[in-house]
């Protein structure tokens, strides 16, 4: 049996005025998704509980077939696995954008997609100015560059009391775009330490080389470090010993590459995935296809509609599920046809909601079609048909159904 998992990360959406009353996945031209909704099980998921934070970080943990109440212990340390960076009992690791805060408002959660060179001769200045202003953090807490604006900052902790605790909360700066931060710097056990730091990056970056760059040629400014996603290690159980196969994640995104480090899957880089608007569908199509001749099970993350999300762009959202349906899931679904046994899977992570550019918690649409997968009676696979179909809670156990044979959980 051969498997594929499809994420549109962040597709799942409201009715749209702009999109005469139909939500991104009703207004997009999308055969191959509505082909496998007439042969397969369409239904509706909810991947984030309601005491945990409505992101990737959480959803795709469950939608990858983990319990995010059990497994979930905050972002930034699924970032550091997809970088290698082993934590400790005693260290914590905190996600660090680059971004621009323009008065009290954040302008823009990617500070104009800083480019990692651009963003590492920048963290390297916040580590100077880190260790110049707080000198009693030196050699304890180091900036980590990673993708762009995706950048870690690490604890190594030696014993003592701990810097944060369950209390700690921080904003994801993408569910502050457009609106005012005064508000929503971190709240809880060690946030002042972590808003100490965030405010004095103002100063560290301000003149810097790069931003100047930046300006000159009509760019953003990266103006700040923002902090967030605080967490420590988290203990995964191997995916193969839970669920008797192994994976492949195709992503462009470190969460998911770090989640994939986890559970033991292995990791595919394809040229000309990027994790923006501009990534290359096909080559993703092509690198899935390529590596069913090996694996068993293949995950392919799209980050696109996610990004079109955080936009407020309509338009860009459907023409991203649109190019997910014609150069993923067709090409994916076809070949699978000429290999027996299989069964594909598409469901996004979580809802991104163009109105208010931030993820949300909610259910979201998936459908499921191949072998011994009984048809569930819908046409088209979006929202409102979903509604109509199965529901599996919680989402974590659409994993185990996915895999195994028929569809248990129903309501």
């Not at 999109?19 to 991947?47: E, I, S, W």
């Not at 993408?174 to 060690?190: E, I």
């Not at 560290?204 to 103006?223: E, K």
């Not at 014609?326 to 598409?346: C, D, F, M, W």
Request: glycine share 10%; charged share 20%.
């Amino acid at each position: 049996m051969k498997f594929v998992i499809v994420i549109p990360d962040g597709a799942a959406d409201e009715p749209q005025e702009s999109l005469g009353g139909k939500t991104p996945f009703q207004a997009a031209r999308t055969p191959a998704l509505d082909a496998l909704a007439a042969r397969g099980c369409v239904g509706l998921t909810n991947h984030v509980p309601e005491s945990l934070p409505p992101g990737s970080e959480v959803a795709c943990m469950s939608l990858m077939g983990y319990d995010p109440l059990v497994s979930f212990t905050g972002r930034a340390p699924l970032e550091a696995a997809a970088q290698g960076i082993h934590l400790g009992p005693h260290d914590w690791a905190v996600r660090c954008n680059l971004v621009t805060v323009v008065g009290d408002t954040m302008d823009d959660f990617t500070a104009g997609h800083v480019t990692s060179p651009e963003a590492t001769e920048l963290l390297a200045a916040a580590q100077k100015g880190l260790e110049a202003d707080f000198p009693e953090l030196a050699g304890s807490w180091s900036f980590v560059p990673g993708v762009s604006y995706r950048n870690l900052l690490i604890h190594r902790g030696t014993g003592g009391p701990p810097p944060f605790d369950g209390s700690l909360r921080a904003t994801p700066p993408h569910d502050l775009m457009d609106k005012s931060v005064a508000d929503d710097f971190p709240r809880g056990a060690g946030s002042r330490l972590l808003t100490d730091i965030m405010s004095a990056s103002a100063t560290w970056l301000a003149d810097h080389p790069v931003n100047r760059s930046r300006i000159a040629a009509g760019r953003r400014p990266a103006t700040h470090v923002w902090l967030w996603g605080v967490g420590r290690a988290p203990a995964f159980e191997p995916f193969v010993s839970k669920y008797g196969t192994s994976g492949t994640m195709i992503t462009a995104v470190d969460l998911l590459r770090g989640l994939a480090a986890l559970a033991g899957w292995k990791r595919l880089e394809v040229p000309g995935a990027t994790g923006y608007l501009d990534t290359d569908y096909a080559a993703k199509g092509r690198a899935a296809i390529a590596e069913l001749a090996t694996a068993d099970l293949v995950c392919v993350h799209v980050e696109a509609p996610d990004e079109a999300s955080h936009q407020g762009d309509a338009a860009e959202k459907v023409k991203a599920i649109e190019e997910i349906d014609a150069k993923i899931v067709a090409p994916i679904a076809s070949h699978l046809a000429t290999l027996g046994e299989h069964r594909i899977l598409v469901c996004p992570d979580h809802p991104t909601f163009i109105a208010t550019k931030t993820h949300s918690r909610g259910h979201v649409p998936f459908v499921m079609a191949g072998t011994d997968i009984p048809a569930s009676g819908q046409t088209t696979y979006d929202e409102i048909a979903a509604a109509s179909g199965r529901r599996i809670e919680p989402g974590w156990q659409l994993m185990g159904d996915f895999l195994k044979k028929g569809v248990s959980h129903q309501i």
